[in-house]
């Protein structure tokens, strides 16, 4: 028997060798125990994380393939660790490091959006009125949506930039003109506020960013508002 292909087993999972290397490998798999299972133990780490992101293996498999042989877009180091890694020849890389760099590509590649947590989580409200709230102003990489559930407080789901050091996203309900405060949060992402004001019928909704602390009134613009409920 030939020597183990070891450093090309990833690869090989991945549907990432040219031939002649894919052919080489797939002639020693079929008869070599070791690298069978080895092989095995990528494609499900490929499937899991497939299936954990949602997502066909085949186009996980397919995005990681195009995404190392496209070289490195956005400059970060991951990229270049991949696509040297992808490379032939590399005999030199561990099959350990493989695994590691397979598994971190596979997770930010799998790991959904805000976007998509966002869409998600407004898909999965049941019971409940929804009202999107507008952007204004320039900023225009927000989104949000007030929620007046059929039992419990109203509350708001915003997709938002982390706000800086010492700030905070602050929810108003806008009461016969007068925004009342109600709620904060300093978090980033997708984030829930749950309303501590009382909501009329016909108040609107704003959200501002505010000293952490949070504000008595509101001391800059509305980034997303809803003018009526
Ligand atoms: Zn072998």
New binding site residues.
């Given amino acids: 028997?030939t020597e183990?292909?070891?450093d090309d087993l990833a690869a090989f999972a991945l549907g990432a060798l040219d031939e002649p290397e894919r052919g080489f490998v797939d002639a020693?798999?079929r008869i070599?125990v070791?690298?069978t299972e080895e092989v095995e133990t990528y494609r499900v780490a490929l499937h899991s994380y497939a299936s954990a992101a949602d997502v066909a293996p085949s186009d996980l498999r397919s995005r990681i393939v195009a995404r190392a042989s496209s070289g490195a877009p956005n400059g970060r180091s991951r990229d270049n660790a991949w696509t040297a890694w992808l490379r032939r020849p590399i005999a030199l890389v561990p099959v350990a490091l493989a695994v590691v760099i397979l598994v971190s590509i596979a997770t930010v590649l799998a790991r959904p959006s805000d976007a998509d947590r966002y869409a998600s989580t407004i898909a999965n409200i049941r019971d409940a009125r929804i009202l999107e709230l507008s952007t204004t102003n320039s900023v225009s990489d927000l989104q949000g949506s007030l929620v007046i559930p059929r039992e419990g407080a109203p509350y708001v789901v915003l997709r938002v930039h982390a706000p800086p050091s010492g700030r905070a996203w602050e929810a108003w309900v806008l009461h016969a003109n007068t925004p009342l405060p109600a709620g904060l949060s300093a978090s980033g992402g997708v984030v829930t506020i749950t309303l501590t004001a009382p909501l009329a019928a016909g108040d609107g909704v704003a959200v501002t960013q505010e000293p952490s602390a949070g504000s008595a009134a509101p001391t800059s613009d509305p980034v997303l508002v809803v003018p009526r409920t």
Avoid: F, N
Wanted: proline share 22%; glycine share 0%; net charge neutral.
């Fill in positions: 028997m183990h292909p070891q020693h798999v070599c070791p690298c």
